[in-house]
Structures are given as structure tokens and as C-alpha cells.
């Protein structure tokens, strides 16, 4: 079985500040994929960044780059520059070889004027 | 827009009332999820459907029972719910030989 962890339940951070969300998981397989996806108060699960395990050099989207540590099975995500539009739940999510994704229980992002 | 529609947005029904959710996207997609969101616990994936086979019931009561047509839409029918499968029902699709799943705004539901 395959565990998911984000243990920031809410944070904050302060319009045009860089923040980071953790993310921590488990799995057996070698070769995975982890993603980071946004849930704005609309309810609309929007994919932010993705990563593939078996790639060294972390995946970067404009604002937003991952920290992937494969050895300490990390996967955390930078919002930089941050926007009052940033305001959303953030979920981690590990893809297995069954075409199956596992998140994470989430974290509240609250973006301050 | 992740072009992946759900309806209805809302909906209320009885504990004895039979009503369904619908999810269609025309994007090419050949697998397609159901997720139930409900507060404090994590997304809980419920059914996968690739190819119209379904792949996956991840031990979802019976009172829960998907349909998928056709490869666009995707259907879960809901009959003698219970209060505490009010929660947020969200649809995702993949495009194949990809990992990336594309979610849809969800139906919330309340159960009465």
C-alpha cells in the first residue's frame, strides 16, 4: 500500500512571499509519478506541477517548482512571488503503476493582502 | 477548464430517493474516476473505468453503482443513501499512456 502525507494542515503567507508546502510519502515501486494539485474555494481540482521519479531535475511551472528528494521520499512545493489567487487547498498525489492516484490529506493555503 | 463537466452542480435527495451523477468529457480521454471528497478525510477514489471496463471498485457499497456508457461519459447511480455519503463527488478523466488525471467541478451532495 501507498501512504500520502501533508502534515501542515493550513498555513499562510504573506501577497508576493515565498511559501512552502511538504509532502512526504511511501511506496514500494520504483518508478512513479507525484503531482501537486489545487482546489480553490470553486472546487475545481486544477493539476499545479508533476514530477517523474525516475527524473532527477525538479519540475518548475512559472511560480511553482518542486523539491523532490527520492531518497527521504519528499516532494514539497515552492510558490513564489505569491498571489491572492494562490488562496486554495493543495494536495499531493502519488500515481502508481495501476493508474491509481493516493492523496494526501491536503493543505490550506491562505495568500494575506 | 479542465473540459471535464460534471452535473448536476448541487443536489439534495431523501435517503429513499434514487438520482444520478453524470460526467462527460470530449476530449479524447480513455479512462475515467470517480472520487468522493468529503470533509477532513482525503480524496477517496471509488471507481475506475478504462475503455468503458470497469478496472477498479475500491470496495464502494452497493448502494453506489457506476455506468459508463461510452468512453465521453460516466455515471453514478445513487440509490438508499445514507446521511454520511453527503461529500463532494468529483470525476476525472486520463488521457491514454499518460498519468495525469483531469478533474471535473464535482456535484456536491447532501443526503437528508
Known amino acids: 500500500a501507498q501512504t500520502v502525507t501533508q502534515s501542515q494542515p493550513e498555513m499562510s503567507v504573506q501577497e508576493a512571499e515565498t511559501v512552502t508546502l511538504s509532502c512526504t510519502y511511501d511506496?514500494?515501486?520504483?518508478?512513479?509519478?507525484l503531482f501537486w494539485y489545487k482546489q480553490p474555494p470553486s472546487r475545481q481540482m486544477i493539476l499545479v506541477i508533476r514530477?517523474?521519479?525516475?527524473?532527477?531535475q525538479n519540475a518548475t511551472e512559472n511560480r511553482f517548482s518542486v523539491n523532490f528528494q527520492k531518497a527521504a521520499k519528499s516532494f514539497s512545493l515552492k510558490i513564489s512571488d505569491s498571489q491572492l489567487g494562490d488562496t486554495a487547498m493543495y494536495f499531493c498525489a502519488l500515481h502508481n503503476a495501476g493508474n491509481m492516484l493516493t492523496f494526501g490529506g491536503g493543505t490550506r493555503l491562505m495568500v494575506k493582502p | 477548464e479542465t473540459g471535464v463537466t460534471q452535473t448536476p452542480r448541487h443536489l439534495v435527495m431523501g435517503m429513499t430517493n434514487k438520482k444520478s451523477l453524470k460526467c462527460e468529457q470530449h476530449?479524447?480521454?480513455?479512462?475515467m474516476y470517480w472520487y468522493k471528497q468529503s470533509a477532513k478525510k482525503p480524496l477517496e477514489l471509488m471507481f475506475v473505468y478504462n475503455f468503458k471496463e470497469q478496472t477498479e471498485n475500491n470496495s464502494v457499497p452497493s448502494r453506489f453503482s457506476p455506468e459508463c456508457p461510452n468512453s465521453s461519459h460516466l455515471f453514478l447511480h445513487l440509490h438508499t443513501l445514507q446521511p454520511e455519503d453527503s461529500a463532494l463527488y468529483l470525476c476525472?478523466?486520463?488521457?491514454?499512456?499518460?498519468?495525469?488525471?483531469?478533474f471535473g467541478p464535482g456535484t456536491r451532495l447532501t443526503v437528508l
Open positions: 514530477q517523474e521519479a525516475y527524473k532527477q
Open positions: 511506496t514500494s515501486e520504483s518508478n512513479y509519478y
Open positions: 476525472a478523466s486520463r488521457p491514454a499512456r499518460t498519468n495525469t488525471q483531469y
Open positions: 476530449l479524447g480521454h480513455n479512462a
